[in-house]
């Protein structure tokens, strides 16, 4: 597949990611869009669908090989398990461990925030204890939401 269509099928996975299209996701994979590919941004359709709680969408980018720890965009996204976390998406959040999310990987390749801070953060505290019970640990370092 040349470089050109595959940009396009990129694009249209995140933004159908973006709205939680089942469909058109299934549609964009079978037509050989890349589930860990990135828009122009860097953002990844599972970071897109996770920061939207978009369960049913994580699980198909999951089942076609979406990797759960992968950072989306340059520095302004993260995870997709802190998206989900840090707006309280408790049902993605577990589909994402159950797919083997780390849950105190921190975002920004390792110097942002980790989930459990975004979820105390909210809070949210049926996330803060799905992810207590994944083994995450709270870090005792302060931060700020810009970071």
Same mark, same amino acid.
């Given at each position: ?123 949210? *505290? ?11 640990? *709270? ?5 700020? *939401?810009?970071?």
């Amino acid at each position: 597949m040349n470089r050109r269509r595959q940009k396009k099928l990129s694009k249209r996975l995140v933004e159908a990611a973006t709205f939680g299209d089942g469909t058109q996701i299934n549609a964009l994979l079978r037509a050989g869009a890349r589930p860990e590919t990135s828009d122009t941004e860097g953002t990844t359709p599972l970071y897109a669908a996770s920061v939207n709680g978009a369960t049913d969408s994580v699980l198909h980018l999951l089942a076609a090989g979406a990797l759960p720890n992968t950072d989306s965009g340059r520095g302004a996204e993260g995870t997709p398990l802190c998206a989900a976390a840090c707006w309280g998406h408790t049902e993605t959040v577990r589909a994402l461990l159950a797919h083997g999310a780390d849950p105190n990987l921190r975002e920004d390749h390792g110097t942002g925030r980790s989930p459990i801070e975004w979820a105390m953060a909210g809070p949210y *505290p049926e996330t803060i204890a799905m992810l207590l019970a994944a083994g995450a640990r *709270p870090h005792n370092r302060t931060t700020s *939401p810009l970071s």
